[in-house]
């Protein structure tokens, strides 16, 4: 090859780089063709980082030219290699991954070494060992390539690096190293995609037809170079990047940062430190300003403003640099608020979208094995069901309205079943709602796919099948990132052009998964982006790149530098003999990025968080370094700029506690326990009963006391009812309420173990029961039936109000008296105090509910006291049923005409209300 056929042009970091450059391109154009007015430059190709940057060189060109001219033809790398045909057989990243990940699970002692609890813990080892063998594989693969595939230069280069460690180093990291090394030479054949992409680069360095220019900010990386070196072989090139030597940058910056400066000779260019000349202007060349904010959302809210100020100065190309990205979303957010789009360039994780969540949630389902809080999160989800079969929905008109009905009949029939998982339990839950039952049953017959050892085409097979019977494939498709995902899973294994060479590895659901799981996280979303007033970004997307004005976010020591990643395996001695980046280099590329951002744009505004957690948080040490140099050299501080923001007069409301009064939803039926509701709390009453708000039944694996007192309830009726229908001795009965005890208890605890302690707690009570049930008797009272169902309407002056209820028990005396009893669990103690404060009125209900009248009412205590139950009368029975349907008339007849309901009830009715959220109590 011809040396003179590779020319290098370097151009200073500055506002007028792409101006710079034109001259240049149009200089070797002009000079390759010995036209000085040339303007139709269509036989050469401009290389470029993105094609955002395209845009700037022809803008460059057209200042430079003027007029009428045809621009060269512009590409990226990646852009040109794809206008060739598909390199047959070469892995796609996903398939890549998984067969070293099948290699890596067949050996314990990788588990061992890495603390694997389960295969799928290496699959982010064979992910980060891959990334080596890529890293390895740009850094080595020109001089393999050179050496006509020969290893043996390699082997000896891998052996020096590795002697540059210590010997205790060495020892420690001998087994992670060799791994590395061995995977990265297992990788190196016509599968692999980074050598798939070099073939292919040195295809079009030998069909060159056509001279090229090469664009970038940094320094070719080694592909890239051999790349340029091959294409100059044939056809002249011509490379621009940055200059890195001293003179050709602003003193201040040279001085503070003396690591970003070049200072290897190359053909008679600078080799002089930056301390080696006089320098008498310390200006920037930038209006570089401070922000030291005092929170987060004090940082953002600065942010957001500055934004909002320069737009309405007539900015109209802003860069936000999110080096902190809690704080940019955040200032994104506010900047929404106020209607101004943020062009986000750096995106986010795919794993973090709501379509992503609709994957998740199936997979949650799927491994839970219909775990009810699993199930109800997959069916809330708006990606579900919606274009599912017309006949597994109600009909109805709204599709959106007949799905949310369907969620929410199965939500309440599992929470009021109490019923936690497995999807033979749930499907039964649902025998009394057909359409809910088939839509779950459709839920199960997809997830008992998920089963067994599957290639990836088939795993991808049965997902897509379940996505489509779902309808959740239609949903993602309307969806941006939904559109993407779709994508994504198709991608893992796409066929090969031969199927015999599918690759035919065998994997679980769970390895199915996490592969997903790391695909998703590994996958960036950008929004489409429409108005790019404001475009956020990271500090390496600023290359070249030129704005009116930019607000670096987190410009803390924290953040800038941002935090070197773990090099796993390599330390940073082996990776510098390799040619590998290190921490070092990265840093530097960093630094140089800052002062590219500095020298390119003409307003810079450096953000941070000067206290953190009550802790002085400093600005980054870099911009304490330049802060130090113009102190030092007698030259302006880098000012301090705060935005003002607004001030808004609000005018104060004071809240009161509310009172709402709603005549037109007068109830014209009543509970017992709706009425002590009402004497409780009105505003209690009015959100609940009047509303008719009320909070779902919480699922719990353990039995609450509510049970308890059902499974008593359903004891005791059994019992007296066999008593009353088979007269038995007083001393066979205890025997007898033990057995029908068992026999309930032992079908609930089949269901749920947690049971047994209240069955022991009630194993305690059945002596004392029995010996107070037989007292109860020989005072001559006799059971006559339990769990009643009473309606009776009360009569009121203009409408008509339907008390209605179920009372535990009914015994009536020789003389035909009827009795009221309702059992409590609870001890005498609890319930004396019950029936002294006079705020509860359920036996004197019950009285007004029965059919007929009744003399005595009583509650049983279902707890013992000194080893014995008993219960407790009602006193002034009578009166106590006059007093309180007059009591019913009157408030009822209030609420008809519109009395207010306040928020009025005490501390203890107030520490467990399902509504204290919306009278909001404390606040007032």
Not at 104 to 110: I, N, P, S, V, Y
Not at 131 to 148: C, R, V, Y
Not at 187 to 193: F, G, I, T
Not at 444 to 456: D, E, I, N, W
Request: charged share 20%; hydrophobic share 45%; with cysteine.
């Amino acid at each position: 090859m011809s040396p003179k056929s590779l020319k290098s042009v370097l151009i200073a970091p500055s506002a007028s780089f792409w101006r710079s450059a034109a001259r240049a391109l149009l200089a070797a154009c002009r000079e390759r063709s010995g036209d000085a007015g040339q303007r139709d430059f269509a036989d050469w190709r401009v290389v470029l980082p993105t094609f955002a940057h395209a845009q700037q060189l022809k803008a460059a060109l057209n200042a430079e030219l003027g007029g009428t001219f045809v621009p060269p033809q512009f590409f990226t790398l990646s852009g040109w290699l794809m206008t060739l045909p598909p390199l047959p057989n070469v892995l796609h990243g996903s398939e890549r991954l998984m067969r070293l990940y099948a290699e890596l699970r067949q050996h314990g002692w990788l588990k061992k070494l890495f603390t694997a609890r389960r295969n799928t813990d290496l699959l982010p080892l064979a992910q980060t060992l891959l990334a080596l063998s890529d890293e390895l594989t740009q850094a080595m693969l020109p001089a393999l390539h050179a050496a006509g595939g020969d290893a043996a230069d390699l082997d000896q280069r891998w052996q020096h690096a590795l002697e540059q460690l210590s010997p205790d180093a060495r020892k420690i990291l001998s087994d992670e190293t060799q791994l590395v090394w061995s995977i990265w030479k297992s990788q190196l054949d016509a599968d692999d995609a980074i050598a798939a992409r070099f073939a292919q680069t040195l295809q079009v360095a030998e069909q060159a037809s056509q001279p090229m220019a090469w664009i970038s900010s940094v320094a070719p990386e080694p592909l890239e170079q051999a790349f340029l070196d091959a294409y100059a072989a044939r056809q002249p090139v011509l490379t621009i990047t940055l200059d890195w030597r001293a003179p050709a940058l602003l003193p201040t910056y040279t001085v503070a940062w003396p690591e970003m400066v070049e200072t290897a000779v190359d053909d008679g260019g600078y080799a002089g430190a930056p301390g080696d000349r006089q320098i008498d202007d310390w200006a920037l060349s930038t209006e570089l300003t401070l922000c030291a904010a005092q929170s987060v959302e004090d940082e953002a809210v600065q942010g957001a403003q500055m934004v909002i100020d320069w737009l309405q100065a007539g900015k109209t190309n802003l860069a936000i640099v999110a080096q902190d990205r809690v704080v940019a979303r955040r200032i994104r957010a506010l900047l929404e608020r106020a209607q101004i789009h943020v062009a986000d360039e750096t995106g986010w994780k795919l794993s973090t979208t709501r379509a992503a969540s609709a994957i998740s949630a199936w997979f949650d389902v799927v491994t839970a094995r219909g775990e009810t809080t699993a199930l109800l999160d997959l069916l809330k989800s708006p990606f579900v069901l919606n274009e599912a079969p017309s006949d597994l929905l109600h009909d109805a008109q709204d599709s959106v309205a007949n799905k949310s009905a369907l969620v929410m009949k199965i939500e309440l029939l599992l929470r009021r079943a109490n019923v936690l998982g497995e999807w033979r339990t749930v499907i039964n839950a649902l025998s009394a709602a057909p359409a809910e039952q088939k839509a779950v049953s459709l839920l199960a017959q997809q997830a008992a796919q998920f089963s067994g050892r599957k290639t990836l085409r088939d795993w991808i097979a049965v997902t897509s099948g379940t996505l489509d019977a779902l309808g959740i494939s239609s949903a993602l498709g309307a969806d941006p990132a939904g559109q993407q995902i779709l994508q994504l899973l198709q991608s893992i294994a796409p066929p090969g052009n031969d199927v015999t060479q599918d690759y035919a590895g065998l994997f679980s659901f769970p390895e199915w998964r996490a592969l997903v799981n790391l695909q998703l996280d590994d996958t960036s979303f950008i929004s489409a982006i429409n108005d790019r007033r404001v475009v956020m970004l990271p500090l390496n997307g600023a290359r070249l790149r030129t704005f009116d004005a930019v607000l670096v976010v987190g410009a803390d020591a924290d953040h800038l530098p941002s935090q070197p990643q773990e090099t796993l395996f390599f330390a940073n001695t082996v990776r510098r003999e390799l040619g590998l980046a290190t921490r070092e280099s990265r840093q530097r590329q960093q630094l140089r990025d800052v002062v590219e951002l500095l020298a390119m744009n003409p307003q810079v505004v450096l953000s941070w968080q000067a206290h953190k957690d009550g802790e002085p948080n400093p600005v980054s040490p870099w911009i304490q370094r330049l802060q130090l140099t113009l102190a030092r050299h007698a030259a302006p501080a880098l000012p301090e700029r705060r935005a003002t923001i607004a001030a808004q007069s609000l005018q104060p409301t004071p809240s009161t506690m509310p009172a709402p009064a709603a005549a037109q939803l007068t109830p014209t039926r009543l509970t017992a326990s709706a009425y002590n509701s009402f004497i409780a709390c009105p505003y209690q009453f009015f959100a609940r009963r009047m509303l008719g708000l009320a909070s779902l039944d919480e699922l719990s694996d353990l039995p609450e006391k509510r049970d308890y007192g059902g499974w008593l309830h359903e004891i005791l009726e059994t019992y007296h009812e066999t008593l009353r229908d088979q007269p038995c001795p007083p001393e066979r009965r205890e025997a007898l309420l033990v057995d029908i005890s068992k026999k309930l208890f032992d079908s609930v605890i089949a269901r749920n173990p947690a049971a047994l302690g209240y069955y022991a707690r009630w194993q305690k009570v059945i002596a004392a029961y029995v010996v107070w049930a037989n007292e109860h008797e020989a005072l001559g009272w006799r059971f006559v039936f339990g769990e009643q169902a009473y309606e009776k309407p009360l009569p009121l002056p203009d409408r008509e109000l339907t008390l209605h209820g179920r009372i535990d028990r009914i015994d009536e005396n020789d003389e035909g008296e009827r009795a009221v009893l309702d059992y409590k669990t609870n001890n005498l103690i609890v319930l004396n105090k019950k029936l002294k404060d006079h705020e509860d009125h359920q036996l004197a209900f019950y009285g007004l509910l029965s059919d007929r009248p009744v003399a005595a009412a009583h509650y049983v205590a279902l707890e013992t006291t000194k080893d014995k139950v008993g219960d407790v009368s009602a006193p002034d029975y009578d009166e106590a049923q006059r007093a309180l349907a007059a009591q019913i008339t009157i408030n009822v007849q209030a609420i008809a005409s519109g009395v207010g309901l306040p928020a009025n009830g005490i501390e203890s009715v107030c520490q467990y209300c399902d509504v204290r959220g919306l009278c909001r109590k404390g606040a007032w």
